[in-house]
């Protein structure tokens, strides 16, 4: 295997890893926060309709994004009502919400456009371009260095390199800062928190809300960087697969990357095949190399939700005693 062919296999690792990472890291506010969120898929759906929607409108990505964010922040805040407001219960507040997206973008996409569910294919401008790095160009040359930089690390769109860089955010977030040590001490124990005198329901709305931020980016990025245009159902369970990272990777901020990395990876798989053919030296169906992502998202909640523990106080409501 050569190195151009490797890179190849990256490159789309960290392009079909990007909305895991983000999706995850989202549940893992919400979830610190003791906000239990299965309607990440729900969200990241009517961020890339609103997304692509209005970026073809407007012919500008950036709007486009705007707007997404928008839409998902809508659902967080639906789910916020209903499971920190009204003390509801989270589970069924996140499947409501991954159905009325699931339906509702449908149905807008088929009244505004006419073109069975979907929006018109984007062009330049509403899409978001690859970004080259600086030096990319004149360091291609250099052996083994130069293609990494300039074809595995540059030439990603923007939205790629502000998820990585969500990455080390999220760790100073919460492990540095007096907002992460709050967040934090919600999801274990909110009772102490409100006898500090600090807003549990404050604190819980604004996780929810950082997580429909990720979101409404995850939701966009697949509709105008990933694919060029929404189409039904195109989160293809990715909210599903993100929450399985996070319980994987233990609501820790490193690790899930490398849980979404390697999610990313074996969605890449199929698209070369005749790597793997070689490499176990047998023909696999195709069907079963697209299939492996969810295989995995089913042996990790069958083999890690009882060994990775959640924060104490997730997916319970609190009420403030008098």
Not at 10 to 17: E, Y
Not at 254 to 266: N, P, R, S
């Amino acid at each position: 295997m050569d190195l151009v062919t490797i890179i190849q296999i990256l490159d789309s690792t960290l392009r079909a890893a990007t909305p895991l990472l983000l999706a995850c890291l989202a549940g893992l506010f919400s979830e610190r926060a003791g906000i239990f969120d299965i309607g990440l898929e729900g969200k990241m759906l009517a961020a890339a309709f609103m997304g692509a929607a209005m970026a073809y409108v407007s012919g500008n990505a950036w709007i486009g994004l705007l707007c997404g964010i928008g839409a998902s922040l809508l659902l967080s805040g639906v789910h916020g009502l209903a499971s920190i407001t009204f003390r509801g219960n989270q589970l069924i507040s996140g499947v409501a919400i991954n159905f009325l997206a699931a339906g509702l973008t449908v149905v807008m996409a088929q009244s505004w456009f006419g073109q069975g569910g979907r929006t018109p294919q984007l062009v330049e401008g509403a899409r978001f371009e690859p970004v080259t790095l600086p030096f990319a160009e004149a360091l291609s040359g250099v052996p083994v260095l130069g293609p990494i930089y300039a074809d595995l690390i540059s030439g990603h769109t923007i939205l790629v390199y502000i998820a990585f860089a969500c990455v080390p955010l999220t760790w100073w977030v919460l492990y540095r800062t007096r907002f992460g040590l709050r967040l934090r001490a919600v999801g274990e124990n909110p009772a102490a928190v409100d006898t500090a005198g600090i807003s549990v329901v404050g604190l819980r709305f604004a996780a929810v809300g950082i997580c429909g931020v990720l979101c409404g980016i995850a939701g966009v990025y697949l509709a105008t960087a990933l694919q060029a245009g929404f189409v039904k159902d195109m989160s293809a369970g990715r909210g599903f697969i993100a929450l399985a990272a996070l319980i994987f990777a233990k609501w820790r901020p490193w690790y899930a990357m490398i849980a979404c990395l390697l999610f990313g990876f074996l969605q890449a798989i199929p698209l070369r095949p005749d790597l793997l053919e070689k490499f176990v030296g047998m023909r696999i169906n195709g069907q079963l190399l697209e299939a492996l992502p969810y295989i995995l998202t089913v042996v990790i909640l069958a083999g890690f939700v009882g060994k990775a523990i959640p924060p104490r106080a997730g997916g319970e409501p609190y009420v403030k005693e008098r």
